[in-house]
């Protein structure tokens, strides 16, 4: 029973290549979220999602492309994948914000680009 | 704008021995402050958030943390390690009026040796 669920958990591929990781979260939250932890742990937001709607978009380049189908999933999808895409992804969902509600992360992704 | 700085990557301690991990926090509005923990290839856990009111909080796994605006500070302690606590810790900062966003820190890498 998974709270948020990501796939695959493990993602080999070379530059060039297009991939997409999915999210599921079956906690009703109406916020879902996407993360990139770098070598150095360093954690920072990409996107945020309420209720399938864009509303946190920070500077990611334009080969990241979110997409929400409903408000339990969200997917990223990745264009002309580089070197420095390689980093661990995390998928997170709250009700609402994160003051009201924790974050609730999924088990991450981690991406290789060889 | 909202930052986080945690002083030392890393962090050693004896079992039974008192955890300090140190935050300090820049922020233009009152902040609300997090703390997370993140175990080897997992996601991450909310330990404990300061908000508004009493400013010294508790959360889970016998941890407490204490807000000092004057020193802009959110220190996480627990009075006696265990070996369980070895883990990532990441303190975090967001605004309010609904804000979605949370700043991480860097992280501390904390590890509790016999």
């Known amino acids: 029973d998974t709270a948020v669920s990501q796939t695959p958990k493990y993602l080999v591929t070379q530059m060039g290549n297009d991939k997409s990781i999915k999210c599921e979260q079956n906690l009703g939250h109406d916020t879902m979220y996407w993360y990139k932890q770098d070598s150095k742990k360093f954690l920072k937001i990409m996107f945020s999602?309420?209720?399938?709607?864009?509303?946190i978009n920070e500077t990611v380049p334009n080969r990241f492309s979110p997409k929400s189908p409903d408000k339990a999933h969200l997917n990223l999808h990745i264009n002309s994948l580089e070197l420095g895409d390689s980093a661990v992804y995390f998928c997170?969902?709250?009700?609402?914000?994160?003051?009201?509600?924790?974050?609730?992360f999924g088990n991450g992704t981690r991406l290789t680009v060889t | 704008a909202q930052s986080v700085t945690q002083l030392g990557s890393h962090v050693s301690v004896s079992e039974g021995a008192l955890v300090l991990l140190r935050c300090n926090y820049s922020s233009s509005v009152p902040p609300y402050l997090f703390w997370y923990v993140q175990y080897p290839n997992q996601g991450l856990q909310l330990l404990l958030k300061y908000t508004t009111g009493a400013t010294l909080v508790k959360g889970i796994n016998g941890f407490e943390a204490e807000f000092k605006k004057s020193e802009t500070s959110f220190h996480l302690t627990k009075p006696s390690a265990h070996m369980s606590d070895a883990a990532e810790y990441f303190c975090?900062?967001?605004?309010?009026?609904?804000?979605?966003?949370?700043?991480f820190g860097a992280g501390t890498r904390l590890a509790v040796h016999p």
């Open positions: 975090a900062v967001s605004g309010p009026g609904g804000y979605n966003k949370l700043i």
């Open positions: 997170a969902s709250s009700q609402g914000t994160p003051f009201n509600s924790p974050l609730h």
């Open positions: 999602y309420n209720n399938k709607e864009l509303i």
